[in-house]
């Protein structure tokens, strides 16, 4: 069975701009969450998405947004990109929802800002 | 909201040697615990969990973590570390927040490095 997907596994972005970044979750895993991970704050939760509905989110701007498709694929975006913005943004994809359910992880995307 | 302390930032260790990762979190009704491993430019990996029953889990790669509830602690063990266990370890607590939905809150990290 294939890991969780992330693409891609790197990109450079201008402050000001947006970036799109996709996940490809475990097959048959509904459940998809995203993760910001930094040196200073380390993991934080961005938001989780279940059946194509976001069902929790994290504390974030409303500059980052996210969607999931009827395939369960997730995407995050992240407008007027800043330097703060920079980090390692992991999807982890669950069979269900519950709180026993292990998430797996993908090997993420490293964002730089510059 | 759950919290999540690791009390170390980083565990310099012998190969050969036992080693100890601390983690303790904020107390609650029930807990679901969890340690995750991240390898260099790597996701992370699940190593053990504690969902119910015994309270001495065994995981992957020799790890073994005790769940302790009076002291609200879950701390990661190996008898013998190894070069190849040289690594970041997260513990991590779910908690519900509404709506049929559970977040997973993580510690900080320990950097764990394992010295020839």
């Known amino acids: 069975k294939a890991g969780v997907t992330q693409t891609p596994r790197y990109l450079i972005k201008t402050r000001g701009q947006q970036v799109t970044l996709s996940c490809s979750p475990i097959?048959?895993?509904?459940?998809v969450s995203w993760y910001q991970q930094t040196p200073g704050q380390g993991l934080q939760f961005l938001f989780e998405y279940f059946s194509e509905t976001q069902r929790n989110k994290g504390n974030f701007p409303g500059r980052f947004s996210g969607r999931q498709f009827s395939n369960s694929r997730s995407e995050m975006n992240v407008s007027t990109l800043e330097l703060g913005d920079s980090a390692l943004y992991l999807c982890?994809?669950?069979?269900?929802?519950?709180?026993?359910?292990?998430?797996?992880f993908g090997q993420g995307t490293r964002l730089t800002v510059v | 909201a759950q919290s999540v302390t690791q009390l170390d930032s980083q565990v310099p260790v012998f190969e050969e040697a036992p080693v100890e990762l601390r983690c303790n979190y904020s107390?609650?009704?029930?807990?679901?615990l969890f340690w995750y491993v991240q390898y260099p430019n790597q996701g992370l990996q699940l190593l053990l969990k504690?969902?119910?029953?015994?309270?001495l889990v065994k995981g992957i790669n020799g790890f073994e973590a005790e769940f302790n509830k009076s002291q609200t602690s879950f701390h990661l063990r190996k008898p013998s570390v190894h070069i190849s266990d040289t690594a970041e370890y997260f513990c991590a607590v779910t908690s519900y927040s509404g709506a049929g939905s559970y977040q997973l809150t993580f510690g900080k990290g320990t950097k764990l490095s394992v010295i020839p």
């Open positions: 504690y969902l119910s029953g015994s309270t």
């Open positions: 107390s609650s009704v029930s807990v679901y």
């Open positions: 097959s048959g895993h509904r459940s």
């Open positions: 982890a994809s669950s069979p269900s929802l519950g709180g026993n359910t292990e998430a797996f």
